[in-house]
């Protein structure tokens, strides 16, 4: 930690070496970076930082309270000192000490902490504008750019040739899926209609340094868009596009999903949610895909976000939206799944995100919370870099706790059983990039997911229904269920209603955590109820499950509404560890001795001290999936050794003693524990509503469906088709293709009060 965040420093004081003239012990060449100790601590340094119109670039030293400050708008080198912030900082009693930083020796890279681009001072979200912002520069003086991170955004096209985009683009993370060919290439139009996946791709790694509009979170990443927005979507679509190269794909960035209309219940169809089961279960080499959700637009028409299968679901990682001033945007929906929060557009005056644009522009009015969503994917890009390692539920462990409510405003802030402030608006708060990092670098792996799931009897609905059930030691009783500190909780429901969107259903925890899993939609007048609907909440996150949970299910309209619940599945997910009384760790990983040119960690082949090579980094544990190997060999010099690496366990372990398939000692999600013979057993077919997918006729759909699924697409849509159309009869209708950005744009260029009104949805054929 500390040679990282020392190494990030000398470089990023070393920026401008290259252009000095070389060799000369010269002249002390006074740099524009100020270190200065401040003993009330980082919260006071930014502060201050603000007070005098400085860059807080964050700590120096973990745990020194030694704070990184950069001034701006003024001679980045000099040959004197600069004496008038000299001046200033000697006055300033809170800062007993602090130093000019001067060139110590050169480099042959060229690292900028603050991004020379041009519009880097519009980027407000995070180059200090506000406070706080997103924290990205912190991340970024520490040296985590995204390097060696594959991020692909599921849109409408990527216009690869954008000169901010190039460099990073990148072929193999990139499809088109409406056209069937590798092209990702936006369909161009008059409107300018598919501008939505370039926007999203250059939040997330417009280069940096270029001269072109301004830099993305990551921009060191590499980028690519799959098309598959622009034209029909279908289940097989959705599927293809998010199993789409999963060993080389780290992170999905996702800004759609059904209707935001307010009255539409649906999720993702059989394939979808294979898809999703896949990535977490094999992608990133089994550690997981990372799939980044927005949370939905349909704040105007009071739409739920807990009602859309695909940000609801566990698998995905879902941001909300905060403007500007800290408030809820007019678009923001809120509910329990939602796990953290950045930046996006507000209200008229409020500023909007800096991006890149089609036909080689640049836009600095990207809206909505699909603005948001590749943000939190940037972040998520640098909290890999600092930690391969992490798997998909180590990360969402890691946003919990590097969100903060800070100064976010909404009216449901609530503490959590274990202290945490959380809100059905922002879920846990504003995503702290910095903090990301180093609990990412920081981070032991997580236990194996555990699964209890209880079933609860049905009753008639009145105007009110309350179910509580007391969980003990009893109810979840198998080895692989038992639970000490939860991850998600999902309530599974079967329900008949007259009147849906009149009833609100909220769920309260044993510790006292009380969470709406839906509130009222006055949209939503369908008589359909919720067949085998999960809805999620993050907020029970680290609680320990035992004791008496109560579900209460109110009728908020009319006092003729009648109906009866069917089923009620409360379903805990979570691990045996109690995460709260883990140690504060060293780092887990080792620093990067070695970059190429371009940043890029070059890793080694073999490690010193306490650490693993893992994919040619040096961690200090091996993750889920590998098991630690030592073995004697030979030093450059001769000398013999141990080399400690991670290989690779059998692929049906989810953690393992050593490399064959009966040496598992924990077992990947469905798939159980065959405790004798140290094997995984994995289970044939799930659907994400009802777990097990039901007996009888839907089976065999089901598997023609997976079989054909590989075999010929051509066949399977047919078939699927006329399987979907059968099985969905009476449904309401999919929306999928709605795009989660602010809909007034292409109507409103700018957005008064009636435009927001009314937002246009991309057309759904
Ligand atoms: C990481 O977690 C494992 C398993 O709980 C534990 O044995 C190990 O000591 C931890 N490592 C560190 C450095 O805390
Ligand atoms: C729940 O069950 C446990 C174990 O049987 C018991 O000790 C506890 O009092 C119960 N709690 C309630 C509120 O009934
Ligand atoms: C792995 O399984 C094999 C075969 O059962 C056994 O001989 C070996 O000891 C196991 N390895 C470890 C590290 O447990
Ligand atoms: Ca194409
Ligand atoms: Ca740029
Ligand atoms: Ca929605």
Redesign the pocket.
């Known amino acids: 930690m500390k040679r990282v965040v020392a190494a990030g420093l000398v470089l990023c004081l070393l920026l401008l070496w290259g252009r000095f003239p070389r060799g000369a012990a010269g002249p002390r060449v006074y740099l524009s970076s100020w270190a200065v100790r401040v003993p009330a601590g980082a919260q006071v340094a930014q502060r201050l930082a603000r007070r005098h119109g400085m860059l807080y670039l964050g700590q120096v030293i973990e745990g020194e309270p030694y704070y990184h400050l950069k001034h701006r708008g003024i001679v980045q080198r000099s040959l004197t000192r600069h004496w008038g912030w000299h001046i200033r900082l000697k006055r300033e009693p809170l800062v007993p000490w602090f130093e000019q930083q001067t060139v110590k020796r050169r480099a042959k890279r060229a690292v900028t902490v603050v991004p020379t681009d041009p519009w880097f001072y519009k980027q407000w979200y995070i180059n200090s504008d506000v406070s706080p912002d997103l924290n990205v520069l912190s991340a970024w003086s520490q040296g985590y750019t995204g390097s060696g991170v594959v991020v692909s955004i599921l849109d409408d096209g990527i216009e690869k040739d954008h000169p901010d985009l190039i460099a990073n683009y990148d072929p193999e993370a990139s499809y088109d899926f409406n056209d069937d060919d590798p092209d990702p290439q936006p369909r161009y139009n008059a409107w300018d209609e598919n501008r939505h996946g370039t926007r999203c791709a250059g939040e997330v790694a417009a280069t940096a340094d270029n001269d072109v509009c301004g830099a993305g979170i990551a921009y060191r990443a590499k980028i690519g868009g799959v098309r598959m927005l622009d034209g029909t979507v279908t289940d097989i679509v959705e599927a293809q596009s998010l199993s789409f190269h999963p060993q080389h794909i780290d992170i999905y960035s996702a800004s759609w999903g059904p209707e935001d209309d307010g009255k539409t219940v649906d999720g993702p169809g059989i394939l979808a949610t294979e898809a999703f089961r896949k990535g977490i279960i094999n992608g990133r080499q089994g550690l997981g895909s990372l799939f980044v959700w927005a949370s939905g637009n349909g704040g105007l028409r009071g739409d739920n976000c807990n009602c859309d299968g695909y940000t609801n679901s566990i698998y995905t990682l879902s941001v909300g939206s905060t403007t500007e001033r800290g408030r809820v945007p007019w678009y923001n929906e809120a509910c329990a799944s939602t796990l953290t929060t950045t930046y996006s557009s507000g209200a008229k005056g409020e500023k909007q995100i800096v991006t890149t644009d089609l036909r080689h522009t640049c836009t600095s009015g990207h809206t909505g919370t699909s603005a948001s969503a590749p943000l939190a994917a940037g972040m998520i890009s640098l909290a890999l870099e600092a930690n391969p390692a992490l798997t998909w539920r180590d990360m969402q462990h890691i946003v919990v706790r590097a969100s903060r409510p800070a100064h976010l405003q909404a009216d449901d802030w609530a503490v959590n059983g274990v202290g945490r402030k959380v809100s059905h608006y922002y879920g846990y708060g504003l995503l702290d990039a910095g903090r990301l990092v180093d609990l990412a670098k920081r981070w032991n792996a997580t236990g194996p997911q555990r699964k209890c799931s209880i079933r609860i009897v049905y009753k008639p609905i009145g105007s009110r229904l309350s179910i509580a059930k007391?969980i003990?030691?009893?109810s979840c009783q198998r080895k692989d269920q038992s639970i000490r500190s939860l991850e998600h909780v999902q309530v599974q429901l079967s329900l008949r209603y007259s009147r849906r969107g009149d009833l609100a259903i909220s769920l309260t925890s044993p510790m006292g955590t009380k969470s709406t899993l839906v509130a009222v939609r006055p949209h939503d007048t369908s008589r359909e109820g919720y067949r085998d609907w999960s809805f999620m909440s993050t907020h029970y996150w680290d609680e320990n499950p035992r004791?008496?949970w109560s579900l209460l299910l109110e009728n908020k309209g009319d006092a003729y509404n009648t109906g009866s619940l069917d089923s009620f599945v409360l379903k805990l997910y979570g691990t045996e560890e109690d995460m709260r009384a883990r140690p504060a760790a060293a780092s887990m990983v080792g620093s990067c001795a070695m970059r190429s040119a371009d940043g890029e960690c070059l890793g080694k082949l073999q490690c010193h001290g306490p650490f693993y090579v893992l994919q040619r980094r040096c961690v200090s544990y091996c993750p889920p999936r590998y098991y630690a190997l030592s073995r004697p060999s030979l030093a450059p010099d001769g000398t013999p050794r141990n080399a400690r690496f991670c290989a690779a366990c059998h692929q049906s372990c989810y953690t393992c003693r050593g490399g064959t398939e009966n040496n598992c000692t924990a077992c990947p999600p469905f798939s159980s524990f065959q405790e004798a013979a140290h094997r995984c057993l994995q289970h044939p077919y799930y659907t994400s509503r009802g777990g097990e997918v039901a007996q009888g006729h839907r089976n065999l759909p089901l598997l023609l469906a997976v079989a054909l699924m590989f075999v010929g697409p051509v066949v399977f849509s047919l078939l699927y088709g006329a399987y979907r159309l059968a099985s969905r009869k009476g449904k309401g209708q999919k929306g999928a293709g709605a795009l989660a950005e602010s809909g007034s744009e292409p109507l409103c260029l700018n957005q008064t009060e009636e435009c927001l009104k009314e937002p246009l949805r991309k057309p759904f054929p």
């Open positions: 007391n003990t030691s009893s004791g008496v």
